[in-house]
Each structure stands twice: as C-alpha cells, then as structure tokens.
C-alpha cells in the first residue's frame, strides 16, 4: 500500500516549526523583526519614562506639543501616535540643535530642516501652491507644507532668514489685486461716512525692506517680482495707505544697522517707533516735533519665530527706548498681550500727545510698537484685527467710541487678499452696525 492509495496528507506545520536545515525554514521572528520590535517599543516607551522621571518636553517649533491621541479618533489613534512620541522625546531639541551645529561646521551649509531648497538646485520660478493664507504670520500662522517648491523659511545671506509667506502671498493670492482694492476703499468709505478718519498702514515685509539678504535663488523668487512692484505702485496710492519705506530706511541709516531682526520676521523697536511717529502725525499732524528719544537699554535673548520654524534656539539682539512725548517725561511702559480681545490704554493729554480717540486695528508687527502708541496717544484702543473681524457686531462696539480707525496690516497678507477685515460678508454686516460718531 502506498501513501497515495489510502489518501495519506501530511500534517501542515509552520515554516517557523521546520528544522533549520529544511530549505522552507522561516523564523517566526528574524533577528531583524526582534530588532524592530524593540527599537519600536523603546520608541513609544521613552515618552513616558521621561515623563515619570520628571523630564517634560518643550514646544521649539513654533507650535504647540501634540496631545496623546484619543482612543475615540479610531484607527487614526495609530497614526496619530508617532507624531506625539516624536514630540515628547524630551532631548529632540538637543538632537535637532547638534544635527544643525555639525552640518554647518563640517559641510558649511544648515540643514534643511523644512524640506526646502534654498539655492544650489533649480527651484521652480512659478511653483503651483495654495492660496495663501489670509494671515500668516508672525508667523503666528505657518504656511502648511506642501509638495509645491514653496518653503516655510527661506534661508538668505549671512546667516538672514525670511518667511516663505512673502512671496507665496504674492505667486498665489486669494483675489486679484483690483479686488483687494476695491474691498479696501469700501472699509474706508464705511468708517469715513460713520464721521471718523481712517487710516491704513502698511508694515512692509522683511523682504521688501532688506532684499539684498535674500538668496540669489529661492522658491517664489521669480513669480513674486512684479506682484510686490504691482503691490507698492497701485495698491499703496489706490488706498491712500500709509507707506513707511522711506521712513524705515533712514532709521536704519541713522542707527547704523537694519531694522528688522535677522532670525525674526518682524521690525525691531527702531521699526516699531518709526511706526508710532509716522501714525500720531497722520492723526494729528506735527504732534511728534517735541518727541525725544534715547536708548533705555540694550538686550540679547535666544529667539526668533524663524529660527523656531527650523527648529534652531536662533539669536536676537536689540534696544528698548525711553520716549518723551514733551522732552520730559518718559511714558513707555510694558504692554505684554497680542491684543485678542480690545486693551484700552490711556495718558495724560500734554504736549507731544495725540489727543483724538483711537482705534488700532492690529498684526503681531505692533507688538514691539505697543509701548510707544501707550506713550504718546491719550485714548488708545488695541485689538488684533484676526479677532476683530470674528464678529462684525462686537467691531462696532470697539468702533463706536472711537474718532480715528487705523488698520496696521504686513504687505504679505494685504497682497494675499486683505482676509476678512475686507471681505464682503464682514464689510455687509458691519456696514449696517456701525453707528454714528458721537
């Protein structure tokens, strides 16, 4: 009898039960699945660890740290899971900071750390990107990645660092530019028929200001150029906005250095007071003549909203100043808010003091100039115009009191379409809310 003839089957055994010296054996786990295996359970471990031990991680990337996922998200509770055990590896910034230190020393450039070219490699002259967005920064709101060929931060010369939103908002704006002036003029005409002034104010970009910093190539260089000459040679004269360039320069020229900061996106306090003087003479011309201002002290700090976007501590240095609206007395004083909800600020009425009742509609650039509008305008209310363009009903309130309405906007996310400050919808409601000037 053959084992065929009675219908014999031989029993199936794993291959991971085979002898060793059987052709077919497979172990169940390989020396490099027990490898993976425990690499992955150190990785996901090494958090909570940590955090037993009492080290806590820290928020370097201009973001905040990602919560642990919730098992109520689903399967999307694993594929959350890497991102937040990335996050609380409490010496990641260490690794990302010794990683930066040795590429620069050895190889002489910085690491890529936001996936970009920046020079050396072609880059497209008109990248296909998303609209750009309505506010992006301070960056307080960061440009998404993308696939495009745009980049977060544009590394430039000597050791320079731009926001990639500078020329992203121009190759791909939300609206034409006759739209966004259209929009614009129509804020105007709303606060002007409501009896107040109006007063818009442009806070150039970085790269605008100091172009000779920037890349000989870069993403968005070329598709940028004729938008921001488009921007500055209608837009500024269409709206009657309030152009600093020129005042910006001869401050740099004056105190012998650039007035914006080299690993930060925004002006420094010579920026910000070249700000404060230009609006109070618009409100009230010739108050500014008895201003006197001096050096109160100078600072060091690691820093920047830049560096943080590539993850480096970055370097920031400046100088606080004293101003006295009547040569006399100084009457800076600490304002330490971004203004999300109205701060109204007062001083005595004097001489070098604006004395009109007014509003200013505010990004992050007039942070740093918060302490000089506290100095030299009598009635001041502050607000963050993202917050205020929330609810047309609660812009009215804060207009209401008011005689002068100033809207301070970086050129980025004007050219990129004004957000919704200028949108219709807020521009329809608000319209109809606004009441009067008392």
Known sequence: MTVRDEGFK??????????????????????????????????????????????RPVAFENREIVAFPSLADGFAFFTKLPQWA??????????????????????GEPVPLDGGS?????VPANPIAPPAPTEPTGPEQVLPPDSSGFVKVVQGKDGWLFFGGDAQSKCQPAQPLERTIEQANRLRAIVERSGRKFVLVVAPDKSTV????????????????????????????ATGAVDLRPQLAAAAAEVKHEVYHRQDTH????????????????????????WVTEVERTWKSTGGDLAALMGRKGEMSGAKYRLRPDGKVDRTRPIGTKFPEPLTLRTAQGPGVVAPRVAVLTDSFSQA????LAATFANLTLQNYLDF?????????????????VVQ???????????TLVMPQFLDRFEQLLPPRR
């Not at 100039?369 to 000089?372: G, H, I, L, R």
């Not at 906007?409 to 957000?419: D, I, K, P, T, Y």
Request: with cysteine.
């Open 86 to 107: 990335t996050d609380h590896l409490v010496f990641r910034q260490d690794a990302v900071h010794a990683t930066d230190w040795i590429s620069e020393t050895f190889f």
């Open 409 to 419: 906007m970086v050129e980025r996310n004007l050219a990129a379409g004004g957000g």
């Open 210 to 237: 100091v172009p000779e910093k920037l890349p000989d190539s870069y993403p968005g260089r070329d598709c940028s150029r004729q938008p921001n000459a488009d921007f500055w040679n209608r837009f500024v004269p």
């Open 267 to 290: 002006w420094t306090d010579e920026g910000a007071l070249v700000m404060t003087r230009r609006l109070a003479d618009v409100v009230q011309p010739g108050v500014s003549r008895t």
């Open 389 to 405: 363009a929330k609810s047309p009903e609660a812009a009215a309130v804060t207009i209401a009191g008011q005689d002068v309405v």
């Open 118 to 122: 920046n020079g050396g490699s072609p």
């Open 369 to 372: 100039a918060a302490p000089y």
């Open 10 to 55: 031989l029993p199936q055994v794993h291959e991971a039960w085979l002898p060793r010296e059987h052709s077919l054996h497979r172990p169940r786990h390989g020396r490099r699945q027990f490898v993976a295996l425990i690499s992955a359970i150190a990785f996901f471990a090494t958090p909570l660890a940590a955090w037993t031990l009492g080290a």
